[in-house]
C-alpha cells in the first residue's frame, strides 16, 4: 500500500491526483519502476516479474466501474466492486519495448474511460536490467548501440548478401566489408536511415591525434567511393541502410574501429545535408534513394549546407546516433 499521510482529502468533485514513482531491485538483478497516479481513495500496485506483469487497482470508495479499466489492449483478469486486477505476460497487451543504456524498458497505459469528465490514463514502466547476452533479434551484431526517444540502433558486419552476421572479422585487401545499419521504430513515425559520417581508425574512441581514413563526410557523401568500388546497396527498406565498403590499405593488419554518425530523418525534411551518395565512375555523384534528386550530391566535392535552419536535438525531424563497429582487420593479400 502506498502511504496516504500528507494528502489532504477532497470531495470527489475536485480530487487532486498525485503521482508516485518507486524504483528497487528484484532479486539483485531486475530494476522495477512502479509509474503510479493516486487520488484520495484510490491507489495502483504494480508487481513486475521476470516475464509476466501484475497490476493491482484499487479504489476503497467503490466510484469507478472496475470493469472498464484496461492495460493497454488488455481486459482485467479479475474485477470485484473494489479492485481490477491484471496478470499478464509481459509480451502481451501491447507493452512496447525501448531499450535505453543498460536497460530494457517495457511500457504501458493504465486506462479508464466511463465518460469525458471522469476518463484518465496511467503510465505503467517496467525496466529491466540488459542481459549482457541480449542482442536485438534481427541479428547478432559485432558491435551494437543503443538510442533514446523510442529509437534503437544497430550497426553490425554482415555476410555478403546482407542475410545474416559475417562469419569472420578479418577482410582480405580489395574485398567488400558488408555493413548494415538499422533503427527500430517501434511506434515512431517512420523515418530513414542515413549515415552521415564514418571514419576507420585504429583505436575505439576517437581522439584529436588519431590517424583517421574517412569513408563518408560531407553530410552523406561516400567519399571513399571515388577512389574504390565502395557503394551503398539498394535499400530493402527506409530503416536500414547498406554499405559494400572495399577493404582499404588504412593500417592494414591492425585492429580497425569504424566510427560513424546514423541519422533517422523524416523522409519529407530530406536536403542536401540529409543525404546519402556514392560515386559512379560513368555517371558521377547519384543519389541512393532517387537518382533523380541526384542534384542534392552536387555539393560532395564542395561543402555542403543547408538552406534551412532544423535542430537535430530536438527530435522534431529525426535523431542524431553515434555508433562504433569493430575491431575488424584488413589483411594483405
Given at each position: 500500500?502506498?502511504?496516504?499521510?500528507?494528502?489532504?482529502?477532497?470531495?470527489?468533485?475536485?480530487?487532486?491526483?498525485?503521482?508516485?514513482?518507486?524504483?528497487?531491485?528484484?532479486?539483485?538483478?531486475?530494476?522495477?519502476?512502479?509509474?503510479?497516479?493516486?487520488?484520495?481513495?484510490?491507489?495502483?500496485?504494480?508487481?513486475?516479474?521476470?516475464?509476466?506483469?501484475?497490476?493491482?487497482w484499487?479504489?476503497?470508495?467503490?466510484?469507478?466501474?472496475?470493469?472498464?479499466?484496461?492495460?493497454?489492449?488488455?481486459?482485467?483478469?479479475?474485477?470485484?466492486?473494489?479492485?481490477?486486477?491484471?496478470?499478464?505476460d509481459?509480451?502481451?497487451?501491447?507493452?512496447?519495448?525501448?531499450?535505453?543504456?543498460?536497460?530494457?524498458?517495457?511500457t504501458?497505459?493504465?486506462?479508464?474511460?466511463?465518460?469525458?469528465?471522469?476518463?484518465?490514463?496511467?503510465?505503467?514502466?517496467?525496466?529491466?536490467?540488459?542481459?549482457?547476452?541480449?542482442?536485438?533479434?534481427?541479428?547478432?551484431?559485432?558491435?551494437?548501440?543503443?538510442?533514446?526517444?523510442?529509437?534503437?540502433?544497430?550497426?553490425?558486419?554482415?555476410?555478403?548478401?546482407?542475410?545474416?552476421?559475417?562469419?569472420?572479422?578479418?577482410?582480405?585487401?580489395?574485398?567488400?566489408?558488408?555493413?548494415?545499419?538499422?533503427?527500430?521504430?517501434?511506434?515512431?513515425?517512420?523515418?530513414?536511415?542515413?549515415?552521415?559520417?564514418?571514419v576507420?581508425?585504429?583505436?575505439?574512441?576517437?581522439?584529436p591525434?588519431?590517424?583517421?581514413?574517412?569513408?563518408?563526410?560531407?553530410?552523406?557523401?561516400?567519399?571513399?567511393?571515388?577512389?574504390?568500388?565502395?557503394?551503398?546497396?539498394?535499400?530493402?527498406?527506409?530503416?536500414?541502410?547498406?554499405?559494400?565498403?572495399?577493404?582499404?590499405r588504412?593500417?592494414?593488419?591492425?585492429?580497425?574501429?569504424?566510427?560513424?554518425?546514423?541519422?533517422?530523418?523524416?523522409?519529407?525534411?530530406?536536403?542536401?545535408?540529409?543525404?546519402?551518395?556514392?560515386?559512379?565512375?560513368?555517371?558521377?555523384?547519384?543519389?541512393?534513394?532517387?537518382?533523380?534528386?541526384?542534384?542534392?550530391?552536387?555539393?560532395?566535392?564542395?561543402?555542403?549546407?543547408?538552406?534551412?535552419?532544423?535542430?537535430?536535438?530536438?527530435?522534431?525531424?529525426?535523431?542524431?546516433?553515434n555508433?562504433?563497429?569493430?575491431?575488424?582487420?584488413?589483411?594483405?593479400?
Amino acid at each position: 500500500m502506498l502511504p496516504k499521510s500528507g494528502i489532504k482529502k477532497h470531495p470527489p468533485s475536485v480530487r487532486r491526483k498525485c503521482s508516485v514513482t518507486m524504483a528497487f531491485f528484484w532479486q539483485g538483478a531486475l530494476l522495477l519502476s512502479l509509474a503510479a497516479a493516486v487520488s484520495v481513495y484510490a491507489e495502483m500496485k504494480l508487481d513486475c516479474g521476470p516475464d509476466s506483469v501484475t497490476l493491482v487497482w484499487t479504489d476503497s470508495r467503490a466510484q469507478a466501474d472496475t470493469s472498464l479499466f484496461r492495460l493497454g489492449s488488455c481486459l482485467p483478469t479479475r474485477v470485484s466492486v473494489r479492485e481490477a486486477v491484471f496478470s499478464v505476460d509481459i509480451n502481451d497487451c501491447n507493452f512496447s519495448r525501448m531499450v535505453t543504456g543498460n536497460n530494457l524498458m517495457y511500457t504501458n497505459d493504465l486506462t479508464y474511460a466511463s465518460s469525458p469528465d471522469s476518463s484518465f490514463s496511467l503510465p505503467v514502466v517496467c525496466a529491466y536490467e540488459r542481459p549482457k547476452d541480449w542482442y536485438p533479434l534481427i541479428y547478432d551484431p559485432v558491435f551494437d548501440t543503443y538510442g533514446q526517444g523510442g529509437l534503437v540502433f544497430h550497426v553490425g558486419l554482415m555476410n555478403g548478401d546482407f542475410s545474416g552476421p559475417a562469419e569472420s572479422t578479418s577482410f582480405p585487401l580489395g574485398s567488400f566489408i558488408p555493413i548494415m545499419a538499422s533503427v527500430a521504430q517501434k511506434t515512431h513515425q517512420p523515418l530513414l536511415l542515413l549515415l552521415e559520417e564514418c571514419v576507420a581508425a585504429t583505436t575505439p574512441e576517437l581522439q584529436p591525434e588519431s590517424s583517421i581514413y574517412p569513408i563518408i563526410t560531407n553530410k552523406g557523401c561516400l567519399v571513399d567511393s571515388m577512389i574504390s568500388r565502395s557503394r551503398f546497396e539498394p535499400r530493402q527498406k527506409s530503416s536500414e541502410i547498406h554499405l559494400s565498403l572495399q577493404a582499404f590499405r588504412f593500417a592494414l593488419g591492425e585492429e580497425v574501429f569504424i566510427h560513424c554518425k546514423l541519422v533517422a530523418w523524416d523522409p519529407v525534411g530530406l536536403d542536401n545535408t540529409k543525404k546519402a551518395c556514392h560515386y559512379d565512375k560513368e555517371h558521377g555523384w547519384e543519389l541512393l534513394d532517387n537518382t533523380a534528386y541526384s542534384n542534392l550530391c552536387d555539393c560532395c566535392e564542395s561543402t555542403c549546407k543547408s538552406r534551412w535552419m532544423r535542430s537535430t536535438a530536438s527530435g522534431k525531424h529525426g535523431m542524431v546516433h553515434n555508433a562504433v563497429l569493430g575491431p575488424l582487420t584488413i589483411t594483405g593479400t
